[in-house]
């Protein structure tokens, strides 16, 4: 039997860690986790990183692996992840793969196009640019060459702006015509399943996740991090906010408000990638044991 990959997709807060828990336990595997906000160990209550509960019910990889001051990137992650993939299908015959970071998601399941290494020269003009004009002149410039990777990118995380930029600079391409073409085909078969939900749902549930979060303590979480606040892991949506109320430039309703707007908005962008991937079967937010089941029979045969 060929060994199976089987990638849960879907936008932020809609229920992928429950659904990969219950595929792992079918299966009697182990849950690759493609989520790169959840490496970081000391980031665990504002990436809604799955529960002691959750972890305790099926066997997880790369969640807290790494403190926010290693750098990690996503040839390092493919490669290990790869390597990981390849040790469970040696005792089992399917793995599980789920995350929200569609770019890792994609790097596991087709692999990452043949880009250039970083350039120190655009990558030390792009830095300045960044510390003397802020992250929305690297968002101008990126919408600017390229517009339809500006549409889908992670527009609060400046390691993916700079990579971006750097590439299509270096090579005279746009960022996504280069990650958009065919790369060699893994030796496993990949199942990918995805989660879909109304638009007023999917926002309700991010709403409440938001304030499930500052319930769990993530102002104190935010404030144990603020000699490391420059750092890249930390430029991400319900961080960056909390900094702003903390050193004042905010009050923490606005600050939650606003974190709450980029968590939709990053929502909407990962739909927008979801909608062109192919051979996608999506099951509702809210699916029955029977729409499970009948799922699960379709990947055994």
Known sequence: MQKTLISIIGSTGIGKTKLAIEMAKHFGTEIISCDS???????KIGTATPTDEELAQAKHHFIGHLSVQDYYSIGQYEEDALEKIEEIFEKNDFAVLVGGSMM??????EGLNDLPEANAENQEKLQKIWDEEGLEKLQEILKNLDEEYYNVVH??????????????????????EIIAEPKHKRDFKVVRIGITAPREIMYE??????DKMLENGLIDEVKSLTEY??????QTVGYTEIFKYLEGTWDLDFAVEEIKKNSRRYAKRQETWNRKVENVTWLPYDYSEEQLHEILSKIEK
């Open 37 to 43: 906000r959840q490496f970081f160990k000391e980031m």
């Open 104 to 109: 890792y998601e994609k790097a596991v399941v």
């Open 155 to 176: 527009k609060e995380n400046p390691r993916r702006l700079l990579r971006a930029i750097d590439v299509i600079w270096q090579t005279g391409r746009k960022y996504s």
């Open 229 to 234: 606040q420059k750092l890249v892991p930390l």
């Open 205 to 210: 549930r991010i709403n409440l996740r938001v």
